[in-house]
């Protein structure tokens, strides 16, 4: 059997993300597939760049989940619930959309897949995480060293099994359970044990200003840039993260990469 890297899309601009994280990924040599699971309100031209990498395009639908769960967890009511205070969530962001990640426990013809978000860039080869365990994420870091207890399920080793894919449709519609982060917080309740993996394996973009000493470019092996995207017009922290999106931007247009010449992050002692 064979392993994979999974991503999701959800809407023309994950397409896009997707895209650049396809590049990166192939930038590092792998061999491994790359998978792109689609929901049905992507455009197919959106999808075409992705197939033309080579990709495997499936298309998803939403988990078989009650009204009340999806009523739950709908935009309107999730944010509500639990506002995001740290940074802007684009327009486009669907909490829902966030547990068809599950879908990927259904490609049983992997022996190991790793998910990567595709608001993500791979800046060096990962296929060491294919041997590693189910569940492995890396921690929410990117404001405080205290939340090295919290997992961020932007990057995670998973083992597709029909069984442990039922088994969380049952765990998810525990009554009145309300998922705070949506797949996050499940997955981190699903596998309380999970296998933490360095935070250099999800660096998260907020990083880069909160905890400047924690950045290091020859550590860094995926770039996760939460809340903001790098694709977006004039997002409110463009400018303090302008390295972070040229970076992005330079993969996504195939552009040559010199990582030893990124600066650091201001403040970085």
Not at 247 to 265: C, G, H, K, M, T
Request: with cysteine.
């Amino acid at each position: 059997m064979t392993n994979a890297y999974v991503t999701l899309v959800t809407n023309a601009d994950y397409a896009m993300g997707a895209t650049a994280l396809t590049r990166s990924i192939r930038r590092t040599g792998t061999t491994a597939d790359i998978v792109v699971l689609y929901t049905n309100v992507v455009p197919e031209t959106d999808l075409a760049p992705l197939a033309a990498l080579g990709c495997r395009v499936v298309e998803v639908e939403h988990l078989p989940l009650s009204d009340a769960f999806n009523e739950r967890h709908a935009r309107k009511t999730l944010h509500g619930a639990a506002p995001f205070t740290k940074g802007r969530k684009p327009d486009f962001h669907t909490p829902l959309d966030n547990f068809c990640k599950l879908r990927l426990w259904q490609l049983t013809q992997y022996e190991r897949c790793v998910f990567i978000d595709a608001d993500a860039i791979v800046l060096k080869n990962i296929d060491k995480l294919f041997v590693y365990p189910e569940f492995s994420a890396a921690p929410n870091v990117y404001e405080s060293l205290a939340d090295f207890h919290r997992l961020n399920s932007g990057v995670f080793v998973a083992r597709p099994s029909v069984a442990t894919y039922e088994a969380m449709l049952t765990a998810l519609e525990e009554p009145e359970r309300f998922w705070r982060r949506t797949d996050q917080s499940f997955l981190e309740s699903f596998f309380p044990d999970w296998h933490g993996l360095p935070v250099f394996m999800n660096m998260l973009q907020y990083v880069w200003f909160n905890l400047p000493d924690l950045w290091d470019w020859n550590s860094i092996a995926v770039l996760h840039y939460q809340y903001e995207k790098p694709w977006e017009k004039d997002h409110p922290k463009a400018e303090r993260l302008k390295p972070l999106i040229d970076l992005w931007q330079d993969i996504y247009e195939e552009r040559e990469v010199d990582l030893d010449a990124l600066p650091s992050p201001p403040g970085k002692s």
